[in-house]
Each structure stands twice: as structure tokens, then as C-alpha cells.
T-cell receptor, first 114, second 112 residues
């Protein structure tokens, strides 16, 4: 099992450009989520999905879009990149069910917006 | 609102020098407290889940404990390969479904 795979590892964008961060998992996990990690701040939830066709907003959703057409994939779209979106982005998944199951994280995408 | 505070921010130990990392939390209805290890350039790697006060879990040189207000990650006789950032997170029973609230982590460096 590859676990959670994120691509690309690094990306540089100019302000106003759009892009999609890819996330795929091969563990048949129903729950998938996107976090961003910034210096001096804890990981913050952007969007999450409890299954194919179902998505919801997290703590910091503005400027980001998601969709979930399959169990395996959960892409994150930046509609019009801003310097404030410079961050490291992590995708994470876990099995569905009651709380308490740990999240499995990918190795992140480091995004710089100039 | 759930909150997690980790201390210290950074800790430098010599090999074999035992110590503890602290995670203080406030949460409405604890579903789980999680410890993760994060190496530079990598995603967080799951270590432990604790569910109720008094619970303890161990893995090699690490032992996690939980009270109603805080959790400790005890590191016994650390080795250089234990150097990493250790993250604490809580999951409560209210608010955004399944949301984890993370602390900012403790950067641990173990030297020879």
C-alpha cells in the first residue's frame, strides 16, 4: 500500500493563477481531508469529505474548492492564488466511523505564491 | 472552541537524557487525543491515541499519558533518531464533524 499520495511536492505560482493539488489514497478510507500548516500555527482544516459526493468546509475554506467523485481521490483547487496561501498542504484520510480513528497523512505539497 | 497548547516549543536533549513533552487541552467531549511525530519535509506520522483520563500507551522509548486537562509524552533514554517535531491533537464531540485541533508542536533534538 502506498497510503496517501500527494502531488506535486513543490509548486510556485504567481498571484491570480489557479492550480489543483492532487491527493489519492489506496486504503479505501471514506473520510478525507485537507490541512494547511504554517509556521507558529497548528495544522488547520480546509475542507473535508465523509464519502464520495459529500464535501464540507473546515476552519479555513476561503479561496479553496474541493470535490470528491471517487473514494480514492480528493483534489484541492486554488481558484485564484494569493500570497496568503503560501503554505504546506497536507491531505489526510481515515476509515469512516465514530471518532477516535487516527488520520493518515501524505507527505505534503509545499506551495509558494509570489 | 477546542484548544491545544504544547510546551516547550523546543527541547534539546543529550542521548540517554529522559524528559517529557506537555500537551494541555480544552475540548467539549473528548473523543480522542492523538500524538504524531513529524520529520522535516514529511507528513505527520501517527503514534498514539488516548481516549480517557488515566490511559497510558507505550511504544519503544515513548510513553503517552492522559489526564482530564493534559497529556504527556515521556521519552526515556532518547536516541538521535528520536529527533523530530511531536504534535498533539484533540478531537471533540461538537463542531465540525471529525475535526482535529492541533497544537503547534514541540521540536525535539537529541544529540550524542
Amino acid at each position: 500500500n502506498a497510503g496517501v499520495t500527494q502531488t506535486p511536492k513543490f509548486q510556485v505560482l504567481k498571484t491570480g493563477q489557479s492550480m489543483t493539488l492532487q491527493c489519492a489514497q489506496d486504503m479505501n478510507h471514506e473520510y478525507m481531508s485537507w490541512y494547511r500548516q504554517d509556521p507558529g500555527m497548528g495544522l488547520r482544516l480546509i475542507h473535508y469529505s465523509v464519502g464520495a459526493g459529500i464535501t464540507d468546509q473546515g476552519e479555513v475554506p476561503n479561496g479553496y474548492n474541493v470535490s470528491r467523485s471517487t473514494t480514492e481521490d480528493f483534489p484541492l483547487r486554488l481558484l485564484s492564488a494569493a500570497p496568503s496561501q503560501t503554505s504546506v498542504y497536507f491531505c489526510a484520510s481515515r476509515p469512516r466511523g465514530t471518532g477516535g480513528s487516527p488520520l493518515h497523512f501524505g507527505n505534503g505539497t509545499r506551495l509558494t505564491v509570489t | 472552541e477546542d484548544q491545544v497548547t504544547q510546551s516547550p516549543e523546543a527541547l534539546r536533549l543529550q542521548e540517554g537524557e529522559s524528559s517529557s513533552l506537555n500537551c494541555s487541552y480544552t475540548v467539549s467531549g473528548l473523543r480522542g487525543l492523538f500524538w504524531y511525530r513529524q520529520d522535516p519535509g514529511k507528513g505527520p506520522e501517527f503514534l498514539f491515541t488516548l481516549y480517557s483520563a488515566g490511559e497510558e500507551k507505550e511504544k519503544e522509548r515513548l510513553k503517552a499519558t492522559l489526564t482530564k486537562k493534559e497529556s504527556f509524552l515521556h521519552i526515556t533514554a532518547p536516541k538521535p533518531e528520536d529527533s523530530a517535531t511531536y504534535l498533539c491533537a484533540v478531537q471533540g464531540s461538537t463542531g465540525t464533524a471529525s475535526k482535529l485541533t492541533f497544537g503547534t508542536g514541540t521540536r525535539l533534538q537529541v544529540t550524542l
